[in-house]
């Protein structure tokens, strides 16, 4: 089946770690996205990329990392510089359709708590 | 940059109907989308609208007014497996319409 898979399901971090989010798509979409959830809040976009070895800052960028060295996947590094790093993280995948709007697809999300 | 309005929260009971508004300020518009999610889960789309006017899709159905910058999401026939969040959503100019900007959610909850 395709979809979006998103590991591990909860994350726990040490302050001053870095730590990794996985993402892989087998949906051929060219662009993927990172958004971050907070209670009671909406999805704030962290990083997105429309192809491989391409990404974007989104509004929130500060103190994340990502890479696009393939298509199928497009993983968060949450670093020790982002102040409040817990929140629920959620990888999505769209195909590009120019002027036709093509619509998201998310993977089930990574709940990261700092201890 | 782009804004989205929709109350924090709406109860029903099971079989009414409820209406989750959304207004929107953007620099540029390509269509309102509508996802929900379930507590803890993955958000899934719902429907788009580009043009004005309503758009059913079985019990859910969506509107848009572009000259208000306004829509709504109509639930009918309320089930209990309809209690979620629902965002509504719109593609942001600032990134060439490659990516969404979403409300803060409305979460519904429906009671027996």
């Known amino acids: 089946d395709g979809g979006i898979t998103q590991s591990p399901k909860y994350l726990f971090r040490k302050e001053g770690q870095n730590v990794t989010l996985s993402c892989e798509q087998n949906?051929?979409?060219?662009?993927m996205y990172w958004y971050r959830q907070d209670p009671g809040q909406g999805l704030r976009l962290i990083y997105y990329?429309?192809?491989?070895?391409?990404?974007q800052k989104g509004d929130i960028a500060e103190g994340y990392s990502v890479s696009r060295e393939k298509k199928e996947s497009f993983p968060l590094t949450v670093t020790s510089a982002q102040k409040n790093p817990t929140a629920f993280y959620l990888c999505?995948?769209?195909?590009?359709?120019?002027?036709?709007?093509?619509?998201?697809?998310f993977g089930q999300g990574t709940r990261l708590t700092v201890v | 940059g782009q804004s989205l309005e929709q109350p924090s929260e709406v109860t029903a009971v099971e079989g009414a109907i409820v209406q989750i508004n959304c207004t929107y300020q953007?620099?540029?518009?390509?269509?309102l989308s509508w996802y929900q999610q379930h507590d803890g889960g993955a958000p899934t789309f719902l429907s788009y609208?580009?043009?004005?006017g309503l758009e059913e899709t079985g019990r859910f159905s969506s509107f848009l007014s572009r000259s208000d910058s306004y829509g709504y999401l109509l639930l009918q026939e309320l089930q209990m497996k309809d209690s979620a969040s629902y965002f509504c959503?719109?593609?942001?100019?600032?990134?060439?319409?490659?990516?969404?900007?979403f409300g803060k959610g409305t979460m519904l909850l429906v009671s027996p």
């Open positions: 949906l051929n979409h060219d662009a």
């Open positions: 990329s429309q192809i491989v070895n391409d990404f």
């Open positions: 999505a995948s769209s195909r590009q359709g120019g002027s036709v709007y093509t619509e998201a697809f």
């Open positions: 953007t620099s540029g518009f390509y269509g």
């Open positions: 609208n580009a043009l004005d």
């Open positions: 959503a719109v593609r942001d100019a600032n990134s060439g319409y490659s990516t969404l900007t």
